[in-house]
Nanobody, 123 residues
């Protein structure tokens, strides 16, 4: 059974940085597409960044392009989200998710979810 565990959230001032990590249990991590979603209070959960299984396809939401970077280390079964130049609008619960089909860029493909980590950006 695949399990995802996020870490790295917290409170940061506007303009600061955080790096989220997501460790994935299971032997087939390298075949999964991986993504980071976020959900702010009263809003829908949206895809923020994603990578295909090979890393050859990368997606970023327009709101985070140039500020966030997704990366993966298959040797460590870990996907990261480096978040720079954070602003209060980035405040949300951030979820790591896995797409067993490997695409990463198809939202409907995400079937395994972590429990989320809170990111709060103060102004």
């Amino acid at each position: 059974q695949v399990q995802l565990e996020e870490s790295g959230g917290g409170l940061v001032q506007a303009g600061g940085s955080l790096r989220l990590s997501c460790v994935v249990s299971g032997r087939t991590f390298s075949r999964y597409g991986m993504g980071w979603f976020r959900q702010a209070p009263g809003k829908e959960r949206n895809l923020v960044a994603a990578t295909s299984w090979s890393g050859g396809r990368i997606y970023y939401a327009d709101s985070v392009k140039g500020r966030f970077t997704i990366s993966r280390d298959n040797a460590k079964n870990t996907v990261y989200l480096q978040m720079n130049s954070l602003n209060p609008e980035d405040t949300a619960v951030y979820y790591c998710a896995a797409d067993p089909l490997g695409y990463g860029t198809v939202v409907a493909g995400y079937t395994v979810w972590g429990q989320g980590t809170q990111v709060t950006v103060s102004s």
